[in-house]
């Protein structure tokens, strides 16, 4: 019913930049918080960050000031953009969304596939 896709990740050198985006599509009625997950070998998933759909955003300690998260609703898209990037924040990054499908009356959880990001020192 609904399908989150991720793009963008890749192979960088440490102090550069990354811009992941996912976009959701499928019978979607309303897409309320987004955000990004990241699950290193061998570590469980954390949470990176997530935004509302009015925008406000929250991070985890390790990447304050270094990520930003934004969200097109109209395209029910998230951004999740790296800067400064350190080789701790290699790993599988997963995007998700909470959605209400058309014809339900309780949201979800969705999840992307993972893209991998790796960061060399």
């Known amino acids: 019913q609904v399908q989150l896709v991720e793009s963008g990740g890749g192979l960088v050198q440490a102090g550069g930049s990354l811009r992941l985006s996912c976009a959701a599509s499928?019978?979607?009625?309303?897409?309320?918080?987004m955000g990004w997950y990241r699950q290193a070998p061998g570590k469980p998933r954390e949470l990176v960050g997530r935004?509302?759909?009015?925008?406000?955003?929250a991070y985890v300690e390790s990447v304050k000031g270094r990520f930003t998260i934004s969200r097109d609703n109209a395209k029910n898209t998230v951004y999740l953009q790296m800067n400064s990037l350190k080789p701790e924040d290699t790993a599988v990054y997963y995007c998700?969304?909470?959605?209400?499908?058309?014809?339900?009356?309780?949201?979800?959880?969705?999840w992307g596939q993972g893209t991998q990001v790796t960061v060399s020192s």
């Open positions: 998700n969304a909470r959605v209400l499908v058309v014809g339900t009356t309780g949201s979800n959880d969705y």
């Open positions: 499928g019978s979607i009625f309303s897409t309320y918080n």
């Open positions: 935004i509302t759909s009015g925008g406000t955003t």
